[in-house]
C-alpha cells in the first residue's frame, strides 16, 4: 500500500537539489490508515502524553467499548457535565446512594411537610422534628402542677409559660398559642372527691379546679388541639 503522496515525481536523470527535497517536505501527505503503532514511535508501548489532543480526534472517535470499566472518574468530569437529560430514569437506587449523601437541604422544598399538611395529614411528606408538633394526634402541651395552697408550680412542662394560683384554682399560660378555643384538656390529678375539671379561658389560657388543695397534692394535663 501506498503510505504517503508528495507534489514531485523524480525521472530518470533528475537532480536531487535542495528546493526539489523542500517541496518534497512541503508536499508530502500521509495516506488513509498509514499511521498506526509500527510507524509512531511509542514510549513504553504507548503515545506519549500530549501527541494527541481533542482537535485531533474525529467525531466519534471514541466509543464505549473503547473505555475501560472505571476509567471516567468523578475528576475526569467537566463542573455540570452530567445533567437531568442523562441520568436515565429509575437509573438511581438506593443502593447507589452513598450513606448521608442526601441532607434535608437537598431535599425538594415541596416535599417536605408544612404546618397545613400536618394538620390535614397529607400523604407522601417528609416530615422534620419542628412540624410534627402540628399533627392532630401530637400533645400541644403537658406539665404536672402543684395543687397545695398557694403553690403552682410547673413540672416536667411543655408549651407552659407558666401557671398561677387564683385562690382556688390553677391558671396554665400556653407558651405558643392554640388555633382556637376548641382545644381539649386532660387532667389527672391525686386526692380528694371532687372531679378535676378544666375551663378554657382564651387561645393561651385555661384553668384547671378540683378538690380542696392539700400538701403534696397535684395534677397532670396533657393539651389536645390545633395549634396556631
Given at each position: 500500500m501506498s503510505y504517503g503522496t508528495t507534489t514531485i515525481t523524480f525521472a530518470d536523470g533528475m537532480q536531487v537539489t535542495s528546493a526539489r527535497m523542500n517541496e518534497i517536505m512541503s508536499g508530502f501527505r500521509l495516506a488513509s490508515q498509514s499511521v498506526d503503532a509500527t510507524t509512531i514511535t511509542l514510549s513504553s508501548g504507548v503515545l506519549?502524553?500530549?501527541?494527541?489532543?481533542?482537535?485531533?480526534?474525529?467525531?466519534?472517535?471514541?466509543?464505549?467499548?473503547?473505555?475501560?470499566?472505571?476509567n471516567v472518574t468523578l475528576a475526569k468530569l467537566a463542573a455540570d457535565s452530567v445533567n437531568a437529560s442523562k441520568i436515565v430514569a429509575l437509573s438511581i437506587t438506593g443502593s447507589l446512594i452513598a450513606e448521608t449523601t442526601i441532607g434535608w437541604t437537598k431535599t425538594l422544598t415541596a416535599d417536605r411537610a408544612t404546618q397545613a399538611d400536618m394538620q390535614s395529614e397529607t400523604a407522601a411528606n417528609f416530615v422534620s422534628p419542628d412540624v410534627l408538633k402540628y399533627h392532630p394526634g401530637v400533645a400541644k402541651a403537658?406539665?404536672?402542677?402543684?395543687?397545695?395552697?398557694?403553690?403552682?408550680?410547673?413540672?416536667?412542662?411543655?408549651?407552659?409559660?407558666?401557671?398561677?394560683?387564683t385562690g382556688t384554682a390553677r391558671e396554665i399560660t400556653l407558651?405558643?398559642?392554640?388555633a382556637n378555643t376548641a382545644y381539649a384538656v386532660e387532667i389527672t390529678g391525686n386526692g380528694g372527691g371532687t372531679p378535676w375539671a378544666y375551663t378554657i379561658n382564651s387561645?393561651?389560657?385555661f384553668t384547671v379546679d378540683g378538690p380542696t388543695e392539700a400538701s403534696g397534692r397535684k395534677f397532670s394535663f396533657v393539651v389536645y388541639g390545633q395549634l396556631a
Open positions: 506519549s502524553v500530549g501527541v494527541l489532543s481533542a482537535a485531533n480526534l474525529g467525531a466519534d472517535s471514541v466509543v464505549t467499548a473503547k473505555i475501560l470499566d472505571g403537658y406539665g404536672t402542677v402543684a395543687f397545695e395552697n398557694g403553690s403552682a408550680a410547673v413540672t416536667g412542662g411543655y408549651n407552659v409559660t407558666s401557671a398561677s394560683d407558651a405558643n398559642a392554640m387561645t393561651t389560657k
